[in-house]
């Protein structure tokens, strides 16, 4: 049996959009920051080309920062932490980081 409602029996869909793009616009403060150091070593544009050429396997990355994440919390703020996970779970954010990267000028 198929239940098919209006779309206004369904305001979760609108919230969850509105969620996920309150999280992305809330980390980009923090993606200037890593974008002006990643330039600043020289490295702007092998970031953006790593970052493509991962794709799909970036998830692995997000991963692999959920469990260095107890060893790694007294280096980096939580809140970076959280935003590089963001970043690399989400193809939407890394597409947005990367279109940082290439248009953030050296300084």
């Given at each position: 049996?198929?239940?098919?409602?209006?779309?206004?029996?369904?305001?979760?869909?609108?919230?969850?959009?509105?969620?996920?793009?309150l999280?992305?616009?809330?980390?980009?403060?923090?993606?200037?920051?890593w974008?002006?150091?990643?330039?600043?070593?020289?490295?702007?544009?092998?970031?953006?080309?790593?970052?493509?050429a991962?794709?799909?396997?970036?998830?692995?990355?997000?991963?692999?920062?959920?469990?260095?994440?107890p060893?790694?919390?007294?280096?980096?703020?939580?809140?970076?932490?959280?935003?590089?996970?963001?970043?690399?779970?989400?193809?939407?954010?890394?597409?947005?980081?990367?279109?940082?990267?290439?248009?953030?000028?050296?300084?």
């Amino acid at each position: 049996m198929r239940l098919d409602y209006p779309q206004s029996y369904l305001p979760f869909t609108k919230v969850t959009h509105l969620c996920y793009t309150l999280t992305m616009v809330s980390n980009q403060h923090i993606w200037r920051v890593w974008a002006k150091k990643v330039h600043r070593w020289g490295l702007g544009t092998w970031t953006a080309a790593l970052l493509e050429a991962v794709g799909p396997l970036a998830m692995l990355g997000a991963q692999a920062v959920y469990i260095a994440q107890p060893f790694v919390s007294s280096i980096l703020p939580s809140d970076h932490l959280n935003a590089l996970t963001d970043l690399l779970e989400q193809p939407d954010q890394t597409r947005a980081f990367i279109t940082l990267l290439r248009e953030e000028a050296p300084q």
